[in-house]
């Protein structure tokens, strides 16, 4: 594992079934593990973490097909989650860190807590993670969703080589799919979380339309955290007036609730 120093920050591959993942590490404090979500890359996730580093020892990388990580032959959950636990797996910390976790992040997040009990010393969940009460893409919402990913696939080309993104419109489309198997399932998942949870959650992910899938989308965004809510009274929630663009549009906003979360556990609280 080749190892290379700028200024404060350490530099670090993890390898994993031949593909490379880079690894950055820099801050102060208590040791803290952002998982990005699918399309989504470190650069991108920059303002964020800078800010995290202030009170956290941060840890963050590239998915496979992501940034700098290599392309691969696989972009399912599964191989996501690989990713995420070669990564934790490479770590030297002396206590558990924290888990944070955007979008497909915060899913990779549940469940590697869920498997692996006393790892993580609590869970940050931003935009995802959703037990979701039916399929965000039903029969009628797949031509917008394939539109979607093809302009999602389109644009991870399109950019310098640090904000890339390798999964064609396809891969990205099944993943989607998929992702809806995923969240159907994900409160079993929550059962087996030994470390205490906090959501951070757009109050529109879906953009504040009133046409289209919009307006579905975020009602049902909102009853899947309800449902979590509900069935585990003690996850604390923070509602944001965003879109799922909010850990670029709100960083400051997440930093801070993240701070506050972690310096002792917050009291849960309903959606507004």
Known sequence: ????YDGGMRHFTVRRGGVTIPVSRGGRGRPLVLCPGLNSTQADLYRLTELLRRDHDVVSFDLRGHGLSSAAERYDFDAFLGDLVAVMAALEVSSPPVLVGYS?????AVHYASMSPGSVAALVLVDGANPLPEPFITDVDRAEFRALTQHEAERGKGVDLVRQVSLSAQEIFELGLEMDVVRAGILERYQGIDAPVHMIMSSSIAGDSDAGRAP???RLWRRGV????QELPDTSVSWLDADHRLVFTHASDIAEIVR????????SRPAP
């Open 104 to 108: 497909l992040g915060a899913d990779l």
């Open 216 to 218: 579905r989308h975020n």
């Open 1 to 4: 594992m080749a190892t290379r």
């Open 226 to 229: 309800e449902r979590l809510v």
């Open 260 to 267: 506050r979360a972690c310096g002792s556990r917050s009291v």
